[in-house]
C-alpha cells in the first residue's frame, strides 16, 4: 500500500511539473497581439515557417521579399531551455544562406495565450524574461 502511495505521489508530482512547461507545437497557429497600441498577427505554422503582419502588410513565411532578397522566415524553439527560446531566422531562398536571427523566449500562459519577449534592435543577446519588449498574443479562432 505504502509503494501504491508513493507511485501515487510521483505521478502527480510529474503531471504538476509538466503542466508548467510547454509542449511541442502548443504554439502552433495565428495569434493577435497587441504592442503600444498598435494590433499585429503572428502566424507559426507546424512546417517551422513564422509570419509577422502589421498595418496589412506581411513580411515572412516561405517566401517575400526581404529588402530586395526573395526569403522565407523560419522560427525554432528550444524546449529544454529556461525560460524556453524562440528564434526567428530569415533565410535568404536562393543561397539557403541565414540573413538575420531575432532572439526570444516563449511562455504559454493557456492554450490560447502565449507570451513572447524579444531582442529588437538588432541585438544579439536574448532576454532572460518577461519585464521589457513582452507582447501577449491571443489564438485567433
Given at each position: 500500500?505504502?509503494?501504491?502511495?508513493?507511485?501515487?505521489?510521483?505521478?502527480?508530482?510529474?503531471l504538476i511539473l509538466?503542466?508548467?512547461?510547454?509542449?511541442?507545437g502548443?504554439?502552433?497557429?495565428?495569434?493577435?497581439?497587441?504592442?503600444?497600441?498598435?494590433?499585429?498577427?503572428?502566424?507559426?505554422?507546424?512546417?517551422g515557417?513564422?509570419t509577422?503582419?502589421?498595418?496589412?502588410?506581411?513580411?515572412?513565411?516561405?517566401?517575400?521579399?526581404?529588402?530586395?532578397?526573395?526569403?522565407?522566415?523560419?522560427?525554432?524553439?528550444?524546449?529544454?531551455s529556461?525560460?524556453?527560446?524562440?528564434?526567428?531566422?530569415?533565410i535568404?531562398?536562393?543561397?539557403?544562406?541565414e540573413?538575420?536571427?531575432l532572439?526570444?523566449?516563449?511562455?504559454?500562459?493557456?492554450?490560447?495565450?502565449?507570451?513572447?519577449?524579444?531582442?529588437?534592435?538588432?541585438?544579439?543577446t536574448?532576454?532572460?524574461?518577461?519585464?521589457?519588449?513582452?507582447?501577449?498574443?491571443?489564438?485567433?479562432?
Amino acid at each position: 500500500m505504502k509503494i501504491l502511495k508513493k507511485l501515487s505521489f510521483v505521478l502527480v508530482a510529474l503531471l504538476i511539473l509538466c503542466s508548467f512547461t510547454i509542449s511541442e507545437g502548443e504554439h502552433v497557429g495565428r495569434w493577435k497581439g497587441k504592442d503600444k497600441g498598435d494590433i499585429g498577427f503572428l502566424t507559426l505554422s507546424s512546417e517551422g515557417f513564422a509570419t509577422f503582419e502589421f498595418n496589412g502588410q506581411e513580411m515572412g513565411g516561405k517566401s517575400y521579399d526581404h529588402q530586395g532578397v526573395t526569403a522565407s522566415m523560419k522560427y525554432v524553439v528550444d524546449y529544454k531551455s529556461s525560460p524556453t527560446a524562440i528564434d526567428f531566422i530569415i533565410i535568404d531562398n536562393s543561397t539557403d544562406t541565414e540573413l538575420g536571427r531575432l532572439k526570444g523566449i516563449i511562455n504559454m500562459k493557456s492554450s490560447d495565450e502565449m507570451q513572447i519577449a524579444m531582442t529588437f534592435g538588432g541585438g544579439t543577446t536574448r532576454p532572460t524574461d518577461f519585464s521589457t519588449d513582452a507582447i501577449v498574443f491571443n489564438r485567433v479562432k
